[in-house]
């Protein structure tokens, strides 16, 4: 073999090797059905500006809190009088990653009873709502192009609801669904979603 034959098979290995990496690029990840909120959990460039949580506790009156961000603080608004409170933004954030984060339980696997586990009427719903984050512009014209856009082209939002109902009947696990697949039912250790569970929004409220 010359050297001319070896450089050109160089080069055909190095443009199938660029061609591959390119497709590596361009491909989107795929969802990881080992999460509940698969879409969520893969959701990027996107800010969260709301969480809503309704709940409807046995032989005890319905629960709404609404929780806004905006301009980096959290505020907990009540729904009644429209009045917000300034709460602690890492216990909000921390039930926006327990809902992103919650895993199911390979042992219980999946149910199509949505009675028995106590989801035709969940006993929790958590709605988070997010908008799309704009993409710097690369060049000065797409920036130009932007800004007369911009009063006419508003930030995609979408909602991703968490559907929690009975517990297991040692405690240890709640059964839940989402908005991406609400005909089965799934199994979450109760302890991965505990600050869901809180008692009373005052222990929310920022202390300063």
């Excluded at 959701?43 to 969260?48: L, N």
């Excluded at 799934?186 to 505990?194: Q, R």
């Excluded at 009373?200 to 202390?207: A, E, F, I, V």
Aim: charged share 30%.
């Amino acid at each position: 073999m010359n050297f001319r034959s070896t450089a050109y098979l160089f080069a055909v290995m190095f443009s199938m090797l660029w061609l591959f990496g390119l497709m590596l690029a361009f491909k989107k990840n795929p969802l990881d059905k080992a999460y509940v909120v698969p879409t969520l959990q893969a959701a990027r460039d996107v800010d969260i500006i709301s969480v809503t949580i309704q709940r409807k506790p046995k032989d005890k009156d319905a629960q709404e809190f609404q929780f806004t961000h905006e301009n980096d603080v959290w505020r907990l608004k009540d729904v009644a009088s429209d009045v917000a409170v300034k709460v602690e933004g890492f216990r909000i954030n921390d039930i926006v990653n327990q809902v992103k984060g919650a895993r199911k339980d390979e042992e219980f696997g999946v149910s199509s009873d949505l009675a028995r586990f106590g989801l035709t009427a969940p006993q929790a719903t958590i709605t988070i709502k997010c908008r799309t984050r704009a993409k710097p512009a690369d060049h000065k014209e797409d920036q130009d192009k932007k800004d007369e856009k911009k009063d006419t082209a508003p930030a995609k939002e979408t909602d991703w609801a968490f559907y929690l109902g009975n517990e297991s009947a040692d405690k240890k696990n709640v059964f839940c669904n989402s908005s991406d697949d609400k005909s089965h039912v799934f199994a979450v250790s109760k302890s991965s979603l505990d600050s869901l569970f809180f008692e009373d929004p005052n222990h929310l409220r920022s202390k300063r």
